[in-house]
């Protein structure tokens, strides 16, 4: 069994779970964030610089990778985590919401996903197949299923046929997954449909994989209907197996899926808000590249203790963003990935406590108010 999630605890008034999830890579504490390093790599971080913000777990993406440098070269180099220098678990996804995001540059039929390069336009085939022998050659600790993510909104009949699908597709990657030192997780699709969504865990439960993806969510969706998607599923997903929220998410989302029982989260919004120029502080967003913080020779979040926060001020950081200095990034991508992994370990704490409805509702008082 090369992952397995051991529950340590469960939250007294929520279906919050404290974890330990296994991999070949080590153990990691669960609920956790992972950092999203896209190209083998989370961008402008060292390893160092990720282990160090709190980040153990890391997410790459099959479609980036097979394109550029290809599977073929990262297993030549001795497979991903040599590749990138990174000693812990990896996860990554399939290419289902990639492929499936490039919208008309895609053709999809039962075989798979006919598509175009987002870089070059060269056409390409993905099939749950091709996938695992893509993601078996990387060597991720863990590999997503070959899924197909319904948009939002769609006809429920678009739903039914893409998790009906989702299924097949699982089969076929099931059937071609070799290696045993990877362990391979379904992903339930059924778009913001409870039935839908039962059905499609019922058919991948019936495979037994050891985790589950919770995919095609956060596509647009509004937020209540997400959670409302997690209050129908979460009661009859297994308690001994990991339930990864694909895809999310912001702090409110991370809470709100802790408390409907989520292990496991990706997201590009810290680092890719951080290139933007905006940063989390426990006040809410702070964009330091605006002009009223020339001036201003405050850290970005007074009440945070990471390099960035510790060492430099708001004006210094802005005048890096103005003047393109590569530094100014590196400082807005530190300081966010050590608060998304702080924030994560006050949720792990407040579990341990049973208190993790009132630390929801102080954190998004003050939060949701900046
Ligand atoms: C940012 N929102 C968002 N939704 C996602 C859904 C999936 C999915 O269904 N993969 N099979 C993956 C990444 C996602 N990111």
């Avoid at 008309?104 to 749950?128: A, M």
């Avoid at 209540?224 to 990991?242: G, T």
């Avoid at 290139?275 to 020779?297: I, M, P, S, W």
């Avoid at 430099?312 to 005048?319: D, N």
């Amino acid at each position: 069994m090369p992952v397995k999630i051991k529950i340590e605890k469960k939250e007294k008034h929520t279906r919050a779970r404290l974890g330990k999830l296994t991999t070949p890579h080590g153990e990691v504490e669960t609920p956790i964030f992972m950092p999203v390093g896209t190209q083998a790599t989370v961008k402008t971080m060292t390893p160092e610089e990720v282990k160090e913000t709190g980040g153990r777990l890391v997410l790459s993406n099959t479609y980036h990778l097979y394109l550029r440098p290809g599977h073929d070269l990262v297993k030549e180099a001795g497979g991903l985590h040599k590749f990138m220098n990174w000693d812990g678990p990896i996860l990554t996804d399939s290419g289902g919401f990639q492929v499936f995001s490039l919208g008309p540059l895609r053709t999809i039929t039962e075989e798979g996903v006919e598509f175009r390069s987002h870089i070059d336009g060269s056409k390409h085939f993905f099939t749950p197949e091709k996938v695992m022998e893509i993601e078996q050659a990387l060597g991720a600790d863990i590999a997503m299923a070959f899924d197909e993510c319904a948009p939002y909104p769609c006809e429920k009949e678009y739903a039914v046929a893409a998790l009906e699908r989702t299924t097949r597709w699982a089969e076929r990657c099931k059937r071609v997954h070799k290696r045993e030192d990877q362990a391979l997780f379904g992903i339930i699709q059924g778009g913001v449909f409870p039935d839908l969504r039962e059905r499609s865990a019922k058919e991948l439960l019936a495979m037994d994989f050891p985790g589950y993806g919770i995919g095609g969510l956060s596509v647009g969706e509004p937020k209540e209907l997400m959670y409302e998607v997690l209050d129908q599923l979460m009661p009859i997903m297994p308690e001994d197996k990991p339930r990864y929220l694909m895809g999310v998410g912001s702090p409110d989302c991370l809470i709100e899926g802790v408390v409907r029982g989520v292990d496991m989260f990706d997201c590009v919004l810290p680092t890719r808000i951080a290139r933007n120029g905006t940063v989390f502080t426990h006040n809410g967003k702070l964009t330091v590249r605006n002009a009223e913080y020339a001036r201003d020779f405050r850290p970005m979040d007074q009440q945070c203790d990471c390099y960035a926060c510790r060492n430099y001020s708001r004006a210094y950081i802005r005048h890096l963003i103005k003047t393109d200095e590569i530094l100014g990034i590196r400082l807005t991508t530190i300081h966010n990935l050590h608060f998304i992994q702080h924030l994560m370990q006050n949720i792990r704490q407040a579990i341990r406590e049973d208190r993790l409805l009132e630390y929801r509702e102080d954190f998004l008082k003050v939060f949701n108010a900046g």
